[in-house]
């Protein structure tokens, strides 16, 4: 299949270690934010998402870190598996104005057996 | 319950020539978006649909790129005349509204153009 990227920021781990994607925003009026996952040749796929007045969110699996502060979040996944490997992208959204959804750099995780 | 769909899948072009490409929705989703995903990148919005309306289209390169909705469904995106820039994923999303908060893009699986 068609590679997302192939300059991307790339993160390898092996199969079972907890992984964490990181993700810098750049405008302060975001207040929403959400994580999705892309495999390759396929659309990107929504995993979770954290609204500004929480710090943190869990899902199955996958954590959400907010720090407002600095205007990071991070992506925790626990026990990486080798299903997990795909490109991750993290996206702000406004209330206000048009609530456009603006992706970020992804990072591609690669998980080894 | 079946995804966005999105044709064709692949197509390589050379430039100056025109491109079409379709988008079916997921049903009842009334929202509608075009994406360019260039290599490398996280996808940015071209436009956003609300049923038939545009309701945002401010990241479309209008002298070249122009998107319809006729009867608030289907949509198609067309390039005309290609550059070799324009070479790139193009995603199609729907979602059931536009609220910030509980209406989850959905994306199909895109198209990818090749300009030569």
């Known amino acids: 299949g068609e590679s997302v990227g192939l300059h991307l920021p790339t993160l390898s781990v092996q199969e079972g270690d907890n992984s964490i994607i990181n993700c810098a925003y750049s405008?302060?009026?975001?207040?929403?934010f959400i994580w999705y996952k892309q495999e390759s040749g396929k659309g990107p796929q929504f995993i979770i998402d954290?609204?500004?007045?929480?710090d943190k969110r869990q899902g199955q699996r996958v954590t959400v870190l907010l720090n407002k502060t600095v205007k990071h979040l991070s992506l925790q996944i626990a026990a990486t598996q080798p299903g997990d490997s795909a490109v991750y992208f993290c996206?702000?959204?406004?209330?206000?104005?048009?609530?456009?959804?603006?992706f970020g750099t992804g990072t591609r995780l690669l998980v080894s057996p | 319950e079946a995804g966005v769909a999105q044709s064709p899948r692949y197509k390589i072009i050379e430039k100056r020539q025109s491109v079409a490409f379709w988008c079916n929705p997921i049903?009842?989703?009334?929202?509608l978006y075009w994406y360019q995903q260039i290599l490398g990148q996280g996808p940015k919005l071209l436009i956003q649909?609300?049923?038939?309306?545009?309701?945002?289209d401010s990241q479309l390169p209008k002298d070249r790129f122009s998107a319809e909705r006729l009867k608030g469904v289907d949509s198609t995106l067309k390039i005309q005349p290609a550059k070799l820039e324009d070479s790139a994923v193009y995603l199609c999303?729907?979602?059931?509204?536009?609220?910030?908060?509980?209406?989850?893009?959905?994306f199909g699986p895109g198209t990818r153009l090749t300009v030569l």
């Open positions: 999303a729907s979602s059931f509204g536009a609220s910030p908060y509980t209406d989850t893009q959905y």
């Open positions: 405008n302060s009026a975001s207040d929403y």
């Open positions: 954290i609204r500004s007045n929480m």
């Open positions: 996206a702000e959204r406004s209330v206000k104005g048009f609530q456009k959804l603006v």
């Open positions: 049903s009842g989703h009334a929202t």
């Open positions: 649909f609300q049923n038939n309306g545009v309701v945002d």
